[in-house]
């Protein structure tokens, strides 16, 4: 059988922001900075110092600890954080919503969250004193800052965003798997997420063009750091109960994104557009014969091919489309 080429992702240890913009970042590759001052937070978020506060957080809870948002095997519940803090940092619940051993996952919110961007310094102002934003990028790119908590065992199902992103694990320990951006048509996507849910065991049946996608994985520590460049899809796993807040910013010029998407994983505008585009398109072709459409979305795929695989590197010129993501274009 087919084995999924891995390779680690790197670390540099003592970053500052000149290293980070000449060296790193240019790369538009994922990288751990580990040993970045990232403030108090580091000594101070213990589970007894979180509980201190009791506004109402919404929060993710499932029975079982790989959450699937494709299916929706998880329910939203609003609890105090403080009783939140508690539940994830246990094993079992003496107070439950499913069973005693479910799991929890805390993504913070924006006041109005179907209109706010997460920003921890509004939603959490004492907090967000404690945690220092590394000075990566411009302030006016700032879009959200967003909490991270999570039981141990916890694992977030695969998904690009659309904008660049720092992941600081201020503690516990969580594994990250991340596929590049060239590996979509490996991945099996629905809109923002993969379809392959377990990705250490996948249904190679189902999914047989997923081993051919690379796996980038690292584990991070307590005060870690991980640029997650946009459109690099990232699947988490909470090795410990933890804390991480994640700073999404915009690389791109401000009227490229929707602005309506205080989640910073809609499609830029220009690209929610051409998707629009090609719907119409192919249900343009549900006008002919079935052998006609299938024949004119393999002239489409040949179009689409030359502008992006060949066009970004020219080794994958000579890729060919799995048979199955050849059926997905043309429904
Ligand atoms: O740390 C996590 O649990 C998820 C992080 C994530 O999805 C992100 O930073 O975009």
Redesign the pocket.
Known sequence: MELQQKTAVPMFTDVNRDEFLQRIYPQRRPAVLRGVPLGPCLDKWTVEYLRERDAEVKVHVSAVPQMDFLHKNFVYKTLPFNEFVKRASEKQHSDFFLCEDESYYLRSLGGDFRKEPADLSKQFPDLAEDFHIPQFFEPDQFFSSIF?I?SCGLQ?WTHY?VMD?L?AQVTGR?RVVLYSPQDALHLYLAGDKSEVLDIDAPDLKRFPAFVKATRHECVLEPGDLLF?PALWF?N?LALEFGV?V?VFWRHLPVNSYDRKDPYGNKDPVAAARALQALDKALKTLDELPADYQDFYGRRMIQLIQKRTLCSANRQDCDTTLPSSQFTKLQT
């Open positions: 991270r999570s977030l965003d992103n992941l969580k997650i990232h988490t991480g994640n």
